[in-house]
């Protein structure tokens, strides 16, 4: 299997985009579906974030919005880690002998994702009509910063594909375990658990 870095990028970019003008949903195939499922919650996150800061639709909403983030952010971490037991079985990384990389790919294409989004949203205020000409050329200065942030990104995912194939840098897929969602690891949940029965 071929893992290239910037035609997964591309891929996030014209999804964002997509998403945007029509209901969002997944459509790819292995390995591509993995990432269109971990952009498509990165997606969702984004937006209940936003909802999660307005002050005028009442307390449940808001609660409700932060329930739907625990939710998007460890399926958002589910699928990353999918994508990189994936890679781990196609590239078979080496356990010992060369550098290891910090990040895992997955991590990597999660930011990647973020970063999509965040151009786009960035852009959308650089042409925002009622914008001031002081707030559009602020934004453009980020957005500029930003694509440079997400080019750099997408060359060290590649450089790392490259150096994984060719046995000179190797990474290790621990795998997170996000205790907040788990209701055997978190004290406020089960501390304050109903007791089997009522009692």
């Not at 194939?165 to 969602?181: C, E, L, P, V, W």
């Amino acid at each position: 299997m071929k893992f290239d870095a910037p035609e997964l990028a591309a891929r996030q970019t014209e999804l964002t985009a997509r998403w945007h003008q029509a209901a969002p949903a997944s459509s790819g195939e292995g390995f591509l579906r993995l990432l269109e499922e971990n952009h498509l919650r990165n997606f969702s996150l984004w937006h209940e974030e936003d909802i999660a800061r307005r002050d005028d639709l009442g307390f449940e909403r808001v609660c409700q919005a932060k329930r739907n983030i625990d939710r998007f952010n460890q399926e958002r971490n589910n699928f990353a880690e999918e994508m990189d037991k994936v890679i781990v079985a196609a590239l078979n990384p080496p356990l010992s002998g060369c550098p290891r990389n910090s990040e895992t790919p997955g991590m990597m294409i999660d930011r990647l994702s973020i970063l999509a989004l965040k151009e786009y949203h960035m852009h959308e205020e650089t042409v925002r009509p009622e914008a001031s000409a002081a707030h559009k050329a602020k934004c453009a200065e980020k957005l500029a910063r930003i694509r440079q942030q997400r080019a750099d990104l997408t060359g060290c995912l590649a450089d790392l594909f490259a150096d994984v194939i060719a046995r000179r840098r190797t990474f290790s897929a621990y795998f997170q375990f996000k205790m907040y969602n788990d209701p055997a690891l978190n004290p406020q949940l089960y501390r304050h658990a109903p007791k089997p029965g009522g009692a």
